[in-house]
């Protein structure tokens, strides 16, 4: 793949509402908030006359958007057939049905395995995720080997909880005591090496970056687009807005 450019997101980036029900795909979407910033994410799923928002907000949720005006954008995810979207609709009401992940800033290498087990480097650790990390989970759930990674979370540090709200940590840190009492040993580890956040922008940007033999996504490749997308995500919604 090309270095990727301002016109490329421009173009591939685009609204689910105005999707043709008839071009099936699934994508990697965000949701943007009431002036245009991006707050949260998800999977956009468009299949069979409907389009689907698969997503964790604290609890996780398939919602059908068909006849909704959301201000949801996506990127189609080109590292899957088209022939495997009768098995992805089917993995997401699995899920939605199985998992039960509680929300913090918590990343380790990760995934949920084809029967919906919350599968962790670490053993016995709850599942904790954020929106981004419940698809990051979702995405590595659907490879033919889970223990392929996605995108590379490794390249991320505590220091991106820096703009983090003090109410959110606050929360985390008391689902962190559930760490305390099954293993404690693993506390200090990790805040030390798993406690982090990876942005709504940055997953939306990995859906342009992610190549099937060019896995994981890099945070080097991501970071000189991040400013350039919200700025384009912005002019995208106050154009709707018009």
Same mark, same amino acid.
């Given at each position: &793949?090309? %270095?990727?450019?301002?016109?490329?997101?421009?173009?591939?980036?685009?609204?689910?509402?105005d999707?043709?029900?008839?071009?099936?795909?699934?994508?990697?979407?965000? $949701?943007?908030?009431?002036?245009?910033? #991006? *707050?949260?994410t998800?999977?956009?799923?468009?299949?069979?006359?409907? *389009?689907?928002?698969?997503?964790?907000?604290?609890?996780?949720?398939?919602?059908? /958007?068909?006849?909704?005006?959301?201000?949801?954008? !996506?990127?189609? $995810?080109?590292?899957?057939?088209?022939?495997?979207?009768? !098995?992805?609709?089917?993995?997401?009401?699995?899920l939605?049905n199985? /998992?039960?992940?509680?929300?913090?800033?918590?990343?380790? =290498?990760?995934?949920?395995?084809?029967?919906?087990?919350?599968?962790?480097?670490?053993?016995?650790? #709850? =599942?904790?995720?954020?929106?981004?990390?419940?698809?990051?989970?979702?995405?590595?759930?659907?490879?033919?080997?889970?223990?392929t990674?996605?995108?590379?979370?490794? =390249?991320?540090?505590? @220091?991106? $909880?820096? %703009?983090?709200? @003090?109410? !959110?940590?606050? &929360?985390?840190?008391?689902?962190?005591?559930? /760490? %305390?009492?099954?293993?404690?040993?693993?506390?200090?580890?990790? +805040?030390? *090496?798993?406690?982090?956040?990876?942005?709504?922008?940055?997953?939306? $940007?990995?859906?342009?970056?992610?190549? #099937?033999?060019?896995?994981?996504?890099?945070?080097?490749?991501?970071? #000189?687009?991040?400013?350039?997308?919200?700025?384009?995500? +912005?002019?995208?919604?106050?154009?709707?807005?018009?």
């Amino acid at each position: &793949m090309g %270095k990727l450019s301002v016109t490329k997101i421009n173009k591939e980036l685009l609204r689910f509402d105005d999707h043709d029900l008839d071009d099936e795909f699934l994508g990697v979407a965000v $949701l943007l908030d009431h002036l245009g910033n #991006p *707050k949260h994410t998800g999977l956009a799923l468009c299949f069979e006359g409907e *389009k689907l928002f698969f997503h964790f907000n604290g609890e996780v949720l398939l919602d059908d /958007v068909t006849d909704s005006t959301s201000n949801i954008y !996506y990127k189609k $995810l080109e590292i899957f057939p088209d022939s495997y979207l009768t !098995y992805i609709r089917g993995h997401f009401d699995l899920l939605l049905n199985t /998992v039960t992940p509680l929300y913090g800033f918590v990343f380790t =290498d990760s995934f949920y395995d084809e029967f919906g087990t919350y599968v962790s480097e670490i053993e016995n650790l #709850p =599942d904790f995720c954020t929106c981004v990390g419940f698809c990051i989970n979702v995405i590595r759930s659907l490879f033919l080997k889970p223990t392929t990674k996605y995108i590379e979370i490794n =390249d991320w540090t505590n @220091e991106s $909880l820096e %703009k983090v709200s @003090e109410v !959110y940590i606050e &929360m985390v840190d008391k689902y962190l005591l559930l /760490v %305390k009492e099954l293993n404690p040993q693993f506390l200090p580890e990790i +805040k030390k *090496k798993n406690y982090k956040r990876i942005a709504p922008t940055e997953l939306l $940007l990995s859906g342009f970056l992610a190549q #099937p033999k060019k896995l994981p996504v890099r945070k080097s490749d991501i970071n #000189p687009h991040v400013l350039e997308t919200r700025k384009i995500l +912005k002019e995208k919604w106050i154009a709707s807005e018009d």
